[in-house]
């Protein structure tokens, strides 16, 4: 058994799909906007599981978004062979951190917004 899909709820899924693909460099799987139907993977893994960028138009899902995002809580851990390397780079391109990177027992992290409506998590493999 292989995870096949996950998803996050984003506030706007075709913004979002902009982001994931233009910004954070992951690779287009699908893209059907008559249906509101935006799939990512990584370029590093194109077999691997797809990230679907889910409308949170349902009440439940927002209200878990929204409040996954008011805490500053990732809903998402993106490995990355640098971390600080990731930031300087997202950083350039406009993407807002909620603070340096930081080293800990697991490793060196950071957390941004996506601009989307959820937070996202840099962790260094």
């Given at each position: ?10 506030v706007d ?70 971390v600080q ?29 996506d601009g ?10």
């Amino acid at each position: 058994m292989r995870i096949k899909m996950s998803g996050i709820h984003v506030v706007d899924p075709e913004r979002a799909y902009e982001f994931y693909t233009g910004t954070l460099g992951l690779e287009p799987l699908m893209a059907m906007p008559e249906y509101n139907l935006f799939i990512v993977c990584s370029p590093e893994d194109p077999g691997g599981p797809g990230l679907l960028l889910e409308p949170s138009d349902n009440p439940v899902a927002e209200a878990y978004r929204s409040g996954l995002y008011r805490e500053q809580l990732p809903v998402l851990v993106l490995g990355v062979p640098d971390v600080q390397a990731e930031y300087e780079r997202l950083s350039g391109l406009g993407v807002q951190f909620l603070g340096e990177p930081t080293l800990d027992s697991t490793g060196a992290q950071a957390v941004f917004d996506d601009g989307c409506g959820n937070y996202l998590q840099l962790h260094q493999d």
